[in-house]
């Protein structure tokens, strides 16, 4: 903690994880022999920069901006970027801390990294984003590179931005090697990527419910956030036949005890993507309940997926699941579990699946993305979304290989906790102390 002060979500990552692989290390002393954890928690290189950027009314505004190069044993840094007001060198040092555990579960050879910004993209102008993107591209542009280190969305950053990073970066390197995922698809994106976590997370979910010889269909679903995760988490689920009944942003949530149909989320969807609007316009559009400052898990559900942000689920929402029958919790998002909140599933016999496993799917789809940018091939929907089936089922497989007890309940936050450390810890080793 001395070493990271003024930290607290970099801090919470780091606890989860090294409570929950400590009984594993200490039956196996060559990673405490070796200094792993030591050089595990120390990022390999934070690059921070200014970004200046002249507004629509000719203003200059400057925005702090940051690259965390987290891990590069297993391959290339890879993560997303954030723009959002609450990015910290904290929140980003814990979300690359995360991705380096869960690239390597996707058996891709990625390393972790995570970037961005506190330039808030809301209210802006299309022109202002591009502007902003472009100056941002000034700097980060000599810290990437196909083998380097490739960067790709995240919340804030959409195919709009993505796509301003990319055109940037290749006037500013004269090459278009891959620098970027979640690209759009004519210049080298890939399809399924803008599903790929939603889809990814549900495909998860039927692996969870499978391993209880249960399925989704007819299963209350509640949802929180309206973003990308979240809109494809809710049409696959739907698909599955779950009865998805909450959406939220962060000014409040939806509840439809009917459940989403494909037109209701296509006006979602043209509401937050075009529009660029919030729930509360859907909720007024559909006649829906629209309780502000509420939150998904006050409604009785059976399956939970939290899909906004960190912390958004935190030990009195974790109380009110239980209470309202739900049987099974698995994360969209970043860590939006508290430790409080994630004692609480373990307690009452929820069962919990972690985002390092359950929200693989977006950066293990980037990893296709990279594939197929390498070989200069475009893969079909149905090759892509076949990939992220075997990935997510691979992860599944994988955390219930580590996380299994003697009694053969399965501890999914464990199992991928230990089997991510053991890829990384292991490469590393491989590699000597550098
Ligand atoms: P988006 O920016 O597309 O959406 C984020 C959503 O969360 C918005 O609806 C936003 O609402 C909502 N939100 C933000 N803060 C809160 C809050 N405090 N309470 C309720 N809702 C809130 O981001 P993504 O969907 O891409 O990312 C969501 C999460 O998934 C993040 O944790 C991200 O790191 C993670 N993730 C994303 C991946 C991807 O491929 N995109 C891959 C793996 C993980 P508002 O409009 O009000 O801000």
């Not at 559900?301 to 109380?319: H, I, R, S, W, Y």
Request: charged share 20%; glycine share 12%; proline share 4%.
């Amino acid at each position: 903690a001395s070493n990271n002060p003024n930290q607290p979500e970099y801090l919470q990552a780091v606890t989860e994880v090294v409570a929950s692989i400590w009984p594993f290390i200490e039956k196996n002393p060559k990673y405490i022999e070796s200094g792993i954890l030591e050089r595990l928690v120390e990022p390999e290189r934070l690059i921070q920069f200014r970004v200046s950027w002249v507004d629509d009314q000719g203003k200059v505004n400057v925005n702090r901006a940051y690259r965390v190069q987290h891990n590069s044993a297993i391959g290339p840094y890879k993560g997303g970027m954030r723009f959002h007001p609450s990015v910290t060198p904290s929140v980003l040092k814990f979300l690359a801390f995360e991705q380096t555990f869960k690239n390597a579960l996707t058996t891709l050879p990625m390393g972790g990294g995570k970037g961005g910004s506190d330039f808030d993209p809301k209210g802006k102008s299309d022109n202002e984003v591009m502007r902003f993107c472009q100056a941002l591209m000034f700097e980060l542009h000599r810290h990437l590179g196909a083998d380097t280190d490739v960067p790709a969305g995240d919340i804030g950053v959409g195919a709009r931005e993505v796509g301003f990073m990319t055109g940037m970066m290749k006037k500013l390197s004269n090459s278009a090697e891959c620098v970027f995922t979640g690209k759009g698809l004519s210049f080298g994106g890939s399809l399924i990527r803008p599903e790929a976590t939603g889809y990814g997370l549900l495909y998860f979910v039927e692996a969870m419910l499978k391993e209880q010889g249960q399925t989704l269909a007819g299963k209350r679903v509640g949802v929180s956030g309206s973003g990308n995760v979240a809109q494809y988490a809710i049409e696959k689920a739907m698909h599955m036949g779950g009865r998805v009944i909450t959406a939220s942003d962060s000014s409040g949530t939806v509840y439809d005890p009917e459940g989403f149909i494909p037109e209701k989320l296509a006006c979602l969807m043209e509401i937050k993507n075009v529009k660029r609007g919030r729930v509360a316009d859907y909720a007024h559009q559909m006649g829906l309940t629209y309780s502000e400052d509420g939150k998904p898990w006050q409604y009785e559900m059976d399956v939970a997926l939290p899909c906004a942000t960190q912390n958004e689920l935190d030990g009195n929402d974790a109380e009110m699941l239980a209470g309202n029958g739900v049987m099974l919790v698995a994360e969209g998002a970043n860590m939006p579990s508290t430790a409080d909140a994630v004692a609480i599933f373990n307690n009452v016999g929820i069962l919990y699946a972690p985002g390092k496993a359950s929200n693989a799917g977006g950066v293990a789809t980037s990893g296709l993305e990279m594939s197929q940018n390498a070989l200069r091939l475009g893969w079909s929907r149905e090759e892509v979304d076949q990939r992220l089936q075997d990935i997510m089922c691979r992860i599944h497989h994988t955390c219930v290989e580590y996380g299994r007890d003697e009694t053969g309940k399965v501890n999914y936050e464990q199992g991928a906790n230990i089997a991510g450390f053991v890829k990384v810890a292991d490469a590393m080793l491989a590699q000597g102390v550098c």
